[in-house]
């Protein structure tokens, strides 16, 4: 029993579905129930009726397998809870919780009034993750084209079902740049293309291994969901008045963390932040399944500004949420080190390996798990990787034009994302190739004027090059890596400097599990995570 002012108590300690309670009188009991939120719900009815019956308030302290916590009930039936020794009210988190608990036989009447509206605070819609701007660089010249074009001609043949054990027919790759030509386009340059490929373009145009009807990512919704519609079922305009007994699907289920989690665990539904909302808004958008092979250009001709570590890390942000099948391809001539920085698989093979053996792989009697000898599973990121060997020298492992778009046909059939660690050689066949066939462009850099003067001289480039070109340098997602602890101010105004240049800019701030060794997403902390999915969000948006 307690004296003076201060309130009785009563202990409980927790473990499983099994609490070892002491009432405010000394006497031991034991409380069991289904699981462990059953039983804490049971200790706080417990406590409540004693709190009744006494017409005093009682403060349980619970310990055990969820830590310690204390709750204070009153006669009312009101809970309070402390936190980081001081106490929140009811009314103080009435703006973010629904507060409810089980009903009781002799609740008061007002008591279930003050929480029967779900009064739900209107968020508003997340902005675009980005949006286009006018580019600060040159604009394009039609004589200025800085690096050629390569050609691009491949076979029709239809999409594979991952799924199925045998794969019938080889998916095309047709690089991004041709599959956007449209229809109308000018006669000469597409009687370019074709003179150089031997091919018909507008045959290759259709061909495109991308889905153009594929729908923007929408922003989240401007209110949670709102009172339940006049009939339970949306009508179809097919079928007249006839209801549809489907309803829509939700969206991505937002996940209520930090103390705020532990009522949830109690059994008290808790309305997700705002910031929580923003957080399922990103993985939705990660999570997201395209008709075709994605393709991410990581790109920077200075070496040294985290393109590696941007390659690995954006491939198990996707990988993670979208259910694997992404491939991190190692694009480097001169000892690439994505192998180096990644798991080894059960084969130490190679490109090279592969590369004799992908017209094999395309035929109609492979098995998708054939193209297990020649990746390296992450067995936790869950992505693959297509290594270099950094044991040769460039000029023995050079990848021509036509080798490039061999094992890029290879990649569209096995995976549906390929994300290009590339190398410092702009002028490589195999650089030029994957600009080419990319949806997407993705340029690390430090937060050092060196690093972001080349990552800006490569857009500056890119615009001059070509038309598919100049999107992706238009549409670029631009990664500031803090290489520093203290660095944060610098690369704050790396950032600002291509804010409104490129579509997105993202900061990612100092992590020591990056700098050196294996790259394993479980390892970063919590706001090097949230900053990455952000990255991820807007790499999507360009998809």
Not at 247 to 252: K, Q, T
Request: aromatic residues 6%; charged residues 25%.
């Amino acid at each position: 029993m307690s004296t003076g002012s201060e309130p009785a108590r009563a202990y409980a300690h927790v473990t499983g579905g099994t609490a070892r309670f002491t009432t405010v009188d000394g006497a031991e009991e034991t409380l069991e129930a289904a699981d462990v939120d059953a039983v804490r719900r049971l200790l706080i009815d417990r406590v409540r009726a004693d709190a009744v019956a006494s017409g005093a308030p009682i403060e349980l302290v619970t310990s055990g397998d969820r830590g310690e916590h204390h709750l204070l009930l009153d006669p009312a039936g009101d809970i309070d809870v402390e936190v980081d020794d001081r106490t929140v009210t009811r009314a103080e988190l009435r703006q973010q919780a629904w507060w409810t608990t089980e009903p009781e036989a002799d609740a008061e009447p007002e008591v279930e009034a003050e929480v029967e509206p779900e009064v739900e605070p209107e968020f508003a819609a997340e902005p675009a993750l980005v949006a286009e701007v006018p580019s600060f660089f040159p604009p394009a010249r039609s004589d200025a084209a800085a690096i050629s074009e390569a050609p691009a001609a491949y076979d029709d043949g239809d999409d594979d079902d991952l799924d199925d054990d045998v794969v019938d027919t080889p998916a095309e790759w047709v690089p991004a740049r041709v599959a956007e030509i449209p229809a109308a386009a000018p006669a000469a340059p597409i009687e370019a293309d074709a003179a150089n490929s031997g091919t018909d373009p507008v045959d290759v145009a259709r061909a495109s291994f991308e889905s153009d009807e594929q729908p923007p990512i929408d922003a989240p919704p401007t209110t949670d969901a709102g009172p339940a519609a006049d009939t339970p079922f949306e009508a179809s305009a097919s079928q007249g008045s006839r209801p549809s007994f489907i309803e829509p699907a939700g969206e991505h289920p937002a996940t209520v963390s930090g103390w705020r989690s532990f009522f949830v665990r109690l059994g008290i539904p808790i309305r997700p932040s705002k910031a929580e909302l923003e957080r399922a808004e990103r993985e939705r958008a990660v999570s997201r399944q395209w008709a075709g092979c994605r393709a991410i250009a990581v790109a920077n001709g200075k070496g040294g500004v985290g393109k590696t570590m941007t390659t690995a890390v954006l491939s198990a942000v996707f990988a993670r949420h979208g259910g694997g099948n992404v491939l991190a391809w190692d694009n480097n001539d001169t000892r690439g080190t994505l192998g180096w920085r990644t798991e080894q698989g059960d084969y130490d093979t190679t490109i090279r390996d592969l590369l004799p053996e992908a017209a094999r792989l395309l035929e109609a009697t492979a098995s998708v798990s054939d193209i297990a000898r020649f990746v390296h599973h992450q067995s936790v990121d869950r992505y693959d990787v297509l290594r270099s060997n950094p044991e040769l020298l460039a000029a023995d492992q050079r990848i021509t034009t036509a080798d490039f778009d061999l094992l890029a046909q290879v990649a569209a059939r096995y995976y549906r994302m390929v994300i290009f660690d590339s190398g410092n050689d702009e002028s490589a066949d195999r650089w030029l190739r994957m600009i080419d066939s990319a949806h997407q462009l993705v340029v690390p850099t430090l937060a050092a004027p060196e690093s972001a003067e080349s990552a800006a001289l490569l857009l500056d480039a890119l615009r001059k090059r070509d038309e598919h070109s100049r999107r992706l340098a238009d549409g670029a997602v631009v990664v500031v890596g803090q290489s520093e602890r203290a660095g944060i101010s610098a690369a704050q105004r790396i950032a600002a400097g291509f804010e409104g240049h490129v579509r997105a800019v993202e900061i990612i701030p100092f992590d020591d599990s990056l700098k050196a060794g294996r790259i394993r997403y479980d390892a970063l902390q919590p706001r090097t995570k949230d900053a990455w999915m952000r990255a991820a969000a807007a790499v999507a948006q360009g998809l």
